[in-house]
């Protein structure tokens, strides 16, 4: 049985740092909360606390709340390596950025377009991969949606998606996306058939999808390709707002698309584009 990581160290904080039991309470519950985004990959890594982080802010918490977030988990993974229960001391990586910073790094059309080719359809599984990164970008839904989507809730139009806090929503599909999934029905799923089976991904004991296995097969692929940005499935999403605001897609029907109960979780991508248009600027124009 694996040490309880958390409850031994927010013990060292009381006896030895003397934290005020507010400040103890408050570097438990972030600690759980990463402990719960991470699921079996525990220890985290860094990528893991990165996207962690990044969906924190991306979720419309406070920037103080992300920041303090930040500090529980670096002086956690700090004492996780002193007391050799990690090799690698990641704290060091984990030096408070701007919190704008976290947002993971957005696909190039490139390297999106080297993504989605990249699966091998002659084979079962590449031709679910292939599904499964279209209908990540094609949507921008996040994985836990994903995972949770059934054969039923898939039309000729739209996807019928259940999002956070049990909310449904419909999100248009583009006919390219319809056609992966289609082909993965029909060459793919169908042969595990079954009226007790909803789930439209399977993995390949028929078992339902989860997204560590996503994210597993999406690192896979990145490093295959030799693409150097930390990606995760919702760096998908992250394309899929950013493309849409490049192309000058209203942000308040972003929000509706993205299932973002806030307008503030939306603006958060207007960051990225204006960053992406400096540096554009910067690359092309004579007097940079």
Known sequence: MSPD?????????????GLSPHTLLA?????????????NLWPPNLDTIMHFL?????????????????????????YLFREKYIREDVSSFLDAPRVQQLIPSILSHQELEKLLQAPDLSTEEGICDRAIFELLYGTGIRISELCGLTIY????????????????RLVPIPKAVLESVDKYLIEVRERYDSKDLR????????????????WKRIQAYAKRLGIEKR??????RHTYASHLLDAGADVRIIQELLGHAH??????????????????FRAFHPRW
Not at 5 to 10: G, H, L
Not at 28 to 33: G, I, K, P
């Open 5 to 17: 990581y958390i409850a031994e160290f927010i013990s060292y904080l009381g006896a030895e740092r």
């Open 27 to 39: 570097y438990e519950r972030d600690l759980n909360s990463l402990k719960k985004y991470a699921e």
């Open 54 to 78: 990044s969906s924190q802010q991306l979720s419309g918490k406070r920037s103080s709340s992300v920041v303090r977030a930040l500090v529980a988990i670096k002086v956690f993974m700090r």
């Open 153 to 168: 809730d898939v039309g000729d139009d739209y996807i019928k998606v259940c999002g956070k806090g049990s909310k449904e």
């Open 199 to 214: 789930a439209l991904f399977l993995n390949s004991k028929g078992k339902p999808i989860d997204r560590t296995l996503v």
């Open 231 to 236: 990606i995760s499935p919702h760096t998908f």
């Open 263 to 280: 307008i503030s979780s939306t603006n958060r991508y207007t960051h990225v584009s204006t960053d992406q248009l400096r540096e554009t």
